[in-house]
């Protein structure tokens, strides 16, 4: 992979903070994260961007010395009688995989079965069918948090649109309000006086 | 199946509203020149995303010069020198125009079908010119059509299946803008996910009317809705805005992978903004819709 600059990738400048950094980092990550791609067709591409700013954020780290690394783990199914299926889907074998879980006959068809096929649908965009299979496959295995993790991925994106909507600028918050009242104070003190005997 | 992928001019910036706009006016200009005046009546906001997603994938200056609009003289409006998205956008509109009116002729009452086949030859004449230019998205058009007509004669209650033939057909045609292997695979996802979003948002436009005539529609018959019931209206409303919304984040996703040269605040308002507010105006009740905005 060709080397970019860190600071491009992130698209920050050089002069940029540490706290500046770390928040285009986060803002980056949320977009890229692998979970807001979990058997999407578009999975290895979505992670090789990750990926990409991972390795940016930590050369900036790095060259500001400051030693830590972050990364991710992608979460692991652990083994299953559908491991080859599983490796199917991820190699975007879609059709192959949708065959092999067509063959399995519907009395053995498990919470497993429903998600994978869910998960093949989705990889499809066959969106509605992705979900109802999620759904069945949470009610037969409720424990099941790569089951649930999806699922619930899903019903945001149903609910948002898939983004968060650009803050608006001005308003007023808590913070703001703290902020200019101990900003008030030290210029009160400065004049002799005390706004805020606390502080 | 127009008007459902549209920018949202109020949380546009200045500077990207022009950009839009003289997009639009030079693909005007564009189907004037290449087929004449009439087809610039089938100018819309959605062949002029497509020229915009085009632009901005390809390195080639835009080139932007002022100029002036052909119908009213005395409005400046910007010209893209750069014409090759704007002369496939240009032979699209008029693939999809030809087929449009097919499905009308198939589908509509009497005036509909009447008014259909009043446009027909001129339609044909446009076609035949744009099959020469694009003879491959012609087939893929014809391909959909077919697709759909088995479609509406199974009579399916899915959804998915339903919005199968025309996401297909977005696929192929958006997968084309690009050479580069990995990001046509991004620039398919992202047509599919689109085109799913248009069949279901006419769909959904439509929902109240086909409940009343009978006539197919994916969103009835998934839902199984009786029209005289005012809740279940507003219930299998509700679930239509689900639906497209899914169908957006789809498109944020992939679009969020695309590596774009130009416009991405334009094409990103239109995915964000534009479709929000577009599913928000398709899941209220006629007879409350807000009063249009800016």
């Known amino acids: ?199 | 199946m127009v008007g459902y992928v549209q920018m949202y001019k109020p949380e546009m910036k200045m500077r990207e509203y022009e950009q839009y706009r003289g997009v639009y006016c030079s693909l005007c200009k564009c189907i004037g020149k290449r087929y004449g005046l009439p087809l610039r009546m089938a100018l819309s906001y959605d062949l002029t995303f497509l020229a915009l997603l085009s632009m901005a994938m390809h390195k080639e200056c835009v080139g932007f010069t002022s100029s002036r609009c052909s119908y009213n003289p005395l409005k400046k409006c910007l010209q893209c020198q750069q014409t090759a998205a704007l002369e496939t956008a240009a032979d699209i509109t008029a693939l999809m125009l030809y087929y449009r009116l097919e499905d009308h002729i198939r589908d509509e009452g009497f005036f509909g079908r009447l008014t259909a086949r009043l446009y027909m030859p001129i339609a044909k004449h446009y076609r035949r010119k744009a099959q020469r230019y694009l003879p491959q998205a012609d087939v893929w058009f014809a391909e959909m059509s077919a697709a759909q007509c088995a479609i509406e004669a199974a009579d399916t209650c899915s959804l998915d299946a339903a919005a199968e033939p025309f996401a297909q057909l977005l696929e192929r045609l958006l997968g084309n803008l690009t050479d580069d292997p990995k990001q046509q695979q991004v620039a398919q996802r992202l047509g599919y996910c689109l085109g799913r979003y248009v069949y279901l948002a006419d769909a959904a436009a439509d929902m109240e009317q086909d409940g009343k005539t009978g006539s197919f529609n994916p969103f009835v018959k998934s839902c199984s809705l009786n029209v005289g019931d005012r809740q279940a209206l507003q219930n299998c409303r509700a679930y239509t805005a689900e639906v497209l919304r899914h169908c957006q984040a789809e498109c944020i996703a992939a679009f969020n992978l695309l590596e774009l040269h130009r416009f991405e605040g334009v094409l990103r308002n239109v995915l964000q903004e534009g479709i929000s507010h577009t599913v928000d105006t398709l899941s209220q009740p006629k007879e409350e819709k807000r009063k249009k905005s800016v």
């Open chain 1, 1 to 199: 992979m060709s080397m970019h600059d860190p600071y491009a990738v992130l698209g920050v400048s050089p002069q940029a903070t540490d706290a500046e950094v770390k928040a285009a980092y986060r803002e980056l990550a949320r977009k890229y994260h692998p979970d807001n791609y979990v058997n999407n067709p578009l999975s290895d591409l979505a992670q090789e961007k990750m990926q990409e700013i991972n390795e940016a954020y930590d050369t900036i780290v790095r060259m500001r010395q400051n030693g830590n690394s972050t990364g991710y783990n992608r979460g692991n199914a652990g083994s299953s009688q559908y491991a080859d299926i599983r490796n199917m889907i991820a190699a975007n074998r879609v059709s192959d995989a949708e065959m092999l879980l067509d063959g399995v006959p519907a009395a053995a068809r498990n919470a497993e079965w429903f998600f994978l096929k869910g998960s093949v649908l989705y990889k499809k965009g066959w969106l509605e069918d992705a979900l109802s299979h999620y759904n069945t496959a949470c009610r037969m295995d409720p424990t099941n948090m790569e089951y649930r993790t999806a699922l619930n991925h899903m019903m945001q994106n149903r609910h948002t649109g898939g983004y968060r909507p650009a803050h608006t600028s001005g308003g007023c918050d808590g913070c703001d309000m703290c902020t200019g009242l101990i900003c008030a104070d030290c210029c009160c003190e400065c004049a002799g006086g005390d706004l805020i005997r606390c502080c």
